[in-house]
């Protein structure tokens, strides 16, 4: 049977990161420290996942059914539940959920093409997960050495990614660099091959971290009536 | 006519949180909130930033500010998740700037066609999937879901489809959320409580 290939980067992921079920995995990161051994698996899981991500490509074929791509979802975390974590990947588990999906005698063509798609759609989920933990663990960590870090993964990974992750990895920096991500925002904000929208979201998170006066705010409290407005990184 | 169907959804929602007892006696119930603007709700003046636009804002009796985003289809609110997500991302930091203060919440409409939460093509996230992640609370016609009722309704819908795979009584997704149809029906289908 025509196989596809795990890439090496998501093999043996930590758990709970490497969980291929998304609602399962939430529910033990949610309960997750963010103490920096964690961040630090994290970031690391990240940096993984992005360069597994230059590897695959979510673009569904054109052999999958158009009502399992509606309504992916599920399918995908019955596989999910059938491979746990990525390292029990198998061609034949993808091919058994076919047949109980109703597809009698899947093609050898239509499993590859939803094994690699299902690959490429965990590892996004993963990534996305792990995203947005490291957005709430770092937020507006500017000096830390894990932001620090993370904004190098960005900078590495940045240009290679496509758009979708791109949009993601920009709004993460600017709320876990701060300052510190300006540099990146800029560069993105003058790069005229990038599209108009996310050279305007890089503008926009300049001026978030930066205020109208192009100056980093800070929180205004007035008593007895609360002013909410947006905190800076002096706060 | 959308456009139309979409102003009469935030007004009908406005009405029903005054009918409902939620808004606080000594806050105005403010609809088309704008960036940077302040917005006098009682005791608190506010501002929708980093949010662009907010459909409703309003002081509750529980003392949070609330923002809301109203759509008045299911479909209208995938539409809007998948074309523009930052609005949603936006709302997400307004309301972390202040989280013992603020609540944030995504309105549809009508049950019609409420399935569509569920639905997700392509780099798409379900948008029932989306809010759970994203501890975010969704109304459905006059039906207030929490975050956990919101969770166990995707784990019984999962566990349904499953068990439909697995004993081979599987058919179609049309037929399947034929059975659901409105909340009631998916309170009957899939045995969870709802309503």
Redesign the interface.
């Known amino acids: 049977m025509k196989t596809t290939y795990v890439p090496k980067e998501l093999l043996n992921l930590p758990s709970p990161w490497g969980m291929t079920h998304?609602?399962s995995r939430?529910a033990v990161i949610r309960r997750l420290s963010d103490n920096p051994s964690q961040v630090k698996k994290a970031l690391n899981v990240l940096e993984r996942c992005l360069s597994a991500l230059l590897q695959l490509d979510?673009?569904?074929s054109d052999s999958l059914p158009a009502?399992m791509?509606?309504?992916?979802?599920?399918s995908a975390?019955?596989l999910a539940?059938k491979m746990p974590a990525l390292d029990k990947f198998e061609m034949l588990k993808v091919q058994e959920?076919l047949v109980?999906?109703?597809i009698n005698e899947p093609s050898e063509t239509l499993t590859f093409d939803v094994a690699s798609y299902w690959l490429c759609w965990v590892t996004?989920d993963i990534y996305?997960?792990t995203l947005?933990w490291l957005r709430d663990a770092l937020?507006e960590a500017g000096d830390s050495p894990q932001a620090t870090r993370f904004l190098r993964i960005v900078r590495r990974y940045y240009w290679q990614v496509d758009e979708?992750i791109k949009?993601s990895l920009l709004?993460a920096s600017a709320?876990i660099g701060w300052q510190k991500a300006l540099p990146l925002l800029k560069s993105i904000e003058h790069n005229y091959s990038t599209c108009p929208q996310l050279r305007q979201?890089a503008q926009?998170y300049q001026q978030?971290i930066l205020g109208p006066e192009g100056k980093t705010k800070a929180v205004v409290r007035q008593t007895?009536?609360?002013?909410?407005?947006?905190?800076g990184a002096g706060d | 006519m959308d456009q139309f169907d979409q102003v009469l959804a935030e007004l009908r929602h406005a009405n029903q949180l005054y009918q409902s007892g939620v808004v606080a006696k000594e806050s105005p119930i403010i609809t088309s909130a704008k960036l940077g603007r302040?917005y006098n709700l009682g005791?608190?003046?506010?501002?929708i930033?980093?949010v662009p636009e907010g459909d409703v804002l309003y002081l509750g009796t529980d003392g949070l500010?609330h923002l809301h985003e109203v759509k008045n289809t299911a479909k209208a609110l995938r539409e809007k998740l998948k074309k523009h997500?930052?609005q949603l991302?936006r709302m997400l930091?307004w309301r972390?700037?202040?989280k013992d203060?603020r609540e944030i919440r995504m309105v549809v409409g009508t049950e019609m066609g409420w399935t569509q939460v569920?639905?997700?093509?392509?780099?798409e996230?379900?948008v029932l999937?989306i809010l759970?992640?994203?501890e975010v609370p969704l109304t459905i016609g006059e039906i207030n879901l929490s975050v956990p009722r919101m969770?166990d309704l995707?784990?019984r819908?999962?566990s349904k489809?499953?068990q439909m795979?697995?004993q081979?009584t599987?058919?179609?997704?049309?037929s399947f959320y034929q059975q659901m149809r409105t909340l009631k029906d998916t309170e009957i289908f899939l045995g969870v409580h709802l309503l």
């Open positions: 998304g609602m939430l979510i673009s569904p009502d791509m509606e309504y992916w979802d599920f975390s019955y539940r959920f109980q999906y109703g996004r996305r997960a947005s937020r979708s949009q709004l709320s979201a926009d978030w007895p009536q609360f002013v909410l407005t947006m905190a | 302040q005791p608190y003046l506010t501002q930033d980093p500010i997500p930052q991302t930091q972390q700037k202040a203060k569920f639905a997700a093509r392509s780099e996230i379900a999937a759970i992640n994203e969770d995707w784990n819908a999962e489809v499953h795979f697995a081979g599987w058919s179609n997704w049309n």
